[in-house]
């Protein structure tokens, strides 16, 4: 198996989710609190080019009392990572071919059916093994973005599914209200008996 990069973020993450902490470097890490003048950069037209840390809303780093604990640039990846006393998190947005095996590698045990996150169809995934769950869905033509959450023991995978899912409407509709989606909320995926 190769390993690129962006799967290095992964096991990265899944390794800050089991110790809550930090997420090591891959890529390009970049300061989470950028300093210096504000850019004068067109705004993004695209998913895959915006800033992964601008899809958490404020009230979401308020409510759950986040903290930035840094954020990942690669060639095929952008992530941040927050991390509270009680869970760890993070936002990928990922465009290589491996990333949904990584994803069912990462989080084999399928949530629910038919989930839907601020009017979009999410494939939930999560891992007994560790307390962590995740979200996955197709904003644009191959690109994944994942929520990722990863409580702190004795928590459970479900309990980090319930925050996914609260995390994660809330991150689908602040893409949408920067534009990177459609403005109207596609119907999720149904399955075929």
């Not at 958490?56 to 780093?61: D, F, G, I, K, T």
């Not at 903290?67 to 009680?86: L, N």
């Not at 989606?181 to 075929?192: E, H, I, N």
């Given at each position: ?37 504000p850019?004068t ?14 899809f ?6 308020t ?131």
């Open positions: 198996m190769t390993r690129t990069p962006a799967s290095r973020a992964v096991r990265l993450m899944t390794v800050s989710l089991l110790a809550t902490a930090v997420l090591g470097g891959c890529g390009r890490t970049e300061d989470p609190s950028p300093s210096g003048s850019s950069a067109p705004p993004p037209t695209s998913v895959r080019d915006a800033d992964p840390c601008s958490l809303p404020r009230p979401q780093v409510t759950y009392d986040l903290k930035r604990a840094g954020k990942d640039v690669s060639e095929t990846s952008r992530s941040c990572a927050w991390t509270s006393a009680k869970f760890a998190m993070m936002i990928l947005v990922r465009w290589d071919s491996q990333t949904l095996v990584d994803f069912g590698q990462a989080f084999p045990v399928p949530g629910e059916d038919d989930v839907e996150l601020g009017g979009e169809g999410v494939v939930i995934g999560k891992s007994d093994v560790r307390p962590a769950c995740a979200a996955a869905f197709l904003p644009e033509q191959g690109t994944v973005v994942e929520v990722v959450v990863g409580d702190t023991p004795p928590s459970t995978a479900d309990a980090a599914c319930e925050r996914v899912k609260a995390i994660g409407a809330s991150a689908v509709q602040e893409i949408r209200g920067q534009n990177l989606l459609d403005a109207t909320p596609t119907a999720p995926p149904k399955t075929t008996p």
